[in-house]
């Protein structure tokens, strides 16, 4: 016993002397500006690292291709971060894993060129302070918004406009959710924008079709509130300078009623764009990096919540409170928890979609509704589950399996599609295309330039590298391309996305499976966005607006209408707290 504690005693002896040396091994550096740069999420990130014999002084970083909201933000933050730290090796912005790599490889290569040991800087690392002790603060306001997508930030408009006293806390470092990966458009009926361009709709046409998309399981008020407020709520939008005049045509309606910017461009970055000048414009500032943990009850009633930012544990004290957290597409432990079937599938959402905002309601009583209704993306590349947007099938591309041949009309409802991948061998699919079809959409740039797409001059040649018969997949593109020639699709009955043929090389093909996208489930809401709880009565003092309630969409989403319930529900949820408040 005492020779091992003797061993034991030395051992320790020992390692604090290595330790020791460690701490003792100094920085030293050539002094100068040494240049890298990294792969980013859309393009090339620059890194520009100045060094003086013994200090990282200053970290440059120019990335104009990454997404503003999530690489945007590395390329913001992350520098300041690798000077304060003095080593490259500081933590990722969560939700912008690409861009961060990037930094961080390209910052480790200036380091090494200017004569740096990493290792040594790791161990003289300087932001390891001392745990920081948080203070206790209290905030007293009328209306606490939590959440910072669109709806959350449509509320804070709202709220703002009506000139209440209100907070708005955003637990990630950047604004936005899964609201920016929002790529179509937003649904409306009976629009000015749809007169003015001589489309004929009805919001009756508009609730029917969503409806029937959600295969009836929908709560009919909340539908028919979407559909009869969507046409003011466009009017709302040009009035903050968000204009959508650009209407086509999306899945599941029956007529052209998606709404997207002027010059065709994602609608969900566009509009978190426009909310976030129109909030600074308003003066309100986002509280970020600031999580919302529980909801305060007092005599039944919801009185503010808890929350934790960097540096404080804040106590805020409200009269209303507005749920706008998103769904849970991002917590995969709840998703098997509702759905054990959908265990071990990838996400598309953004990381801050994990349900909080359901549990914290659940806590003080409110019930759920559709909670198991959960929507598959068929299209998302497996290793970085990037989307693969519609787009691409939209405009010709194919769907084939490990054997070459096509399984499924590649324009059904996401939910059918989803569901034939996952009926093949593999559970996965390839999606295939030309260079034709890449020179007419931007969005393939990306999942070139992120090395998700496999390229060859010949289909045969592209066959042999995606280790399919080249004879099979020949005979597939031939018979596809002669569907394409003469309209008709004998094989699986597809009717759109056949305006171009797939023959101008090279041709390119990406592996993609089923990804989880979006939560139809959530928080039983009225239609005046109020939390219902089990008993079916009204929670005081609580309101839900988004992807964190349930009803809107029923058993199936449409494409179109996540917009549209953000914007709706984001604008009823504001003007029902601020008429509760002002009581
Ligand atoms: P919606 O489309 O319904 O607006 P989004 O996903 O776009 O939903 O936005 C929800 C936002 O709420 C995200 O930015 C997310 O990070 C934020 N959020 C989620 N949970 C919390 C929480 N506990 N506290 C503060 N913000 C949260």
């Known amino acids: 016993m005492k020779k091992l504690l003797c061993f034991v005693l030395s051992l320790m002896l020992a390692m604090s002397a290595v330790l020791a040396l460690g701490e003792a091994s100094e920085t030293h550096f050539t002094p100068g500006t040494y240049e890298s740069e990294g792969q980013g999420f859309g393009g090339k990130v620059q890194v520009s690292v100045t060094v003086t014999e013994d200090a990282i002084t200053d970290v440059a970083i120019t990335g104009e291709m990454e997404t503003p909201a999530l690489g945007g933000v590395a390329v913001e933050t992350m520098g300041d971060a690798i000077v304060k730290a003095q080593t490259p090796n500081v933590e990722a912005v969560s939700g912008a894993t690409v861009t961060s790599t990037a930094i961080i490889t390209a910052a480790t290569e200036a380091l090494q060129a200017a004569g740096a040991d990493i290792a040594v800087l790791d161990a003289n690392r300087k932001d390891t302070a001392e745990d920081v002790v948080k203070e206790e603060k209290t905030i007293e306001t009328e209306i606490v918004i939590v959440g910072a997508g669109g709806a959350g930030m449509a509320a804070a408009i709202m709220a703002s406009q009506a000139g209440k006293d209100f907070v708005i806390l955003e637990k990630m470092p950047y604004v936005g959710g899964n609201t920016t990966k929002a790529t179509g458009g937003m649904n409306a009926a009976e629009t000015h924008y749809q007169k003015e361009q001589g ?209 499924t009309n590649e324009l059904l409802t996401r939910d059918a599609v989803s569901a034939a991948e996952l009926a093949q061998e593999g559970q996965y699919a390839y999606i295939l295309f030309d260079q034709h079809l890449r020179d007419n959409l931007k969005a393939i740039e990306k999942y070139v330039t992120n090395g998700l797409t496999v390229q060859a001059d010949t289909i045969e040649e592209l066959a042999e590298k995606l280790s399919i018969d080249p004879a099979t997949l020949a005979k597939t593109l031939a018979d596809w391309n002669e569907a394409v020639k003469t309209q008709n699709d004998a094989a699986f009955g597809r009717t759109t996305g056949m305006n171009a043929d797939l023959s101008t090389p090279p041709y390119y093909a990406i592996q993609i499976a089923p990804g989880i996208h979006h939560t139809m489930g959530g928080v039983k809401i009225n239609t005046s966005a109020e939390v219902i709880n089990t008993e079916g009565n009204v929670i005081p003092g609580l309101f839900a607006a988004g992807e964190v309630t349930g009803g809107v969409h029923g058993g199936n989403r449409l494409g179109g209408n996540a917009v549209a319930d953000i914007v709706i529900f984001g604008r009823i949820a504001a003007e029902s707290a601020v008429a509760y408040v002002s009581k």
């Open 199 to 407: 489309i004929e709709d009805s919001v009756e046409l508009f609730a029917a079709d969503t409806m029937k998309g959600g295969h009836d399981l929908n709560d009919p008020e909340l539908v028919k509130t979407l559909a009869s407020k969507s046409a003011e709520a466009i009017d709302w939008l040009d009035t903050i300078g968000a204009d959508l005049p650009k209407i086509s045509f999306s899945g599941g309606a029956s007529t052209n009623r998606i709404h997207a910017p002027a010059d065709g461009s994602a609608v969900g970055n566009y509009l978190v764009d426009k909310f976030s000048a129109k909030l600074k414009e308003l003066g309100v500032d986002v509280m970020l990096n600031t999580k919302a943990t529980e909801l305060i009850v007092e005599d039944g009633k919801v009185v503010g919540v808890k929350a934790e930012g960097a540096d404080a544990f804040y106590t805020i004290k409200a009269k209303a409170v507005i749920l706008a957290t998103g769904g849970f597409g991002a917590n995969l432990d709840m998703i098997a928890s509702y759905r054990p079937d959908l265990k071990g599938t990838v996400t598309t959402n953004a990381p801050g979609a994990t349900g909080d905002g359901i549990v914290m309601a659940q806590a003080v009583g409110a019930a759920l509704v559709d909670i198991e209704q959960i929507q598959l993306h068929p299209t998302v590349e497996q290793t970085t589950s990037m989307l693969i947007t519609e787009s691409v099938r939209g405009d010709g591309a194919i769907l084939v399996n490990q054997k070459g041949e096509r399984f």
